[in-house]
């Protein structure tokens, strides 16, 4: 994730309103991989790192959408750096 937020803040014109979405497949795949995930995600929204946006569809497959707080991400990152 380091390496992505900083491409996308060296090719944002406005890089302290950076905005980073993730996806996750709300089907469940036969491993149940996805299930875990969305699972993940979920625990993630408690704390505040990520928002719920809601779903949409991409690659012809329904996804949750989520919003990464990117400030808070960086700190928490800081303390395990």
């Not at 491409?7 to 950076?18: G, I, T």
């Not at 709300?26 to 993630?44: A, V, W």
């Amino acid at each position: 994730m380091p390496l992505q937020i900083e491409y996308a803040k060296e090719r944002e014109r406005y890089p302290e309103d950076l905005c980073i979405y993730i996806t996750t497949n709300t089907e469940t795949d036969q491993s149940g991989k996805m299930l875990r995930i969305n699972k993940t995600f979920n625990l993630l929204e408690r704390t505040g790192l990520v928002k719920n946006m809601g779903r949409a569809e991409a690659y012809h497959v329904i996804q949750n959408v989520w919003l990464l707080d990117v400030e808070k991400y960086t700190e928490i990152r800081k303390l395990y750096d």
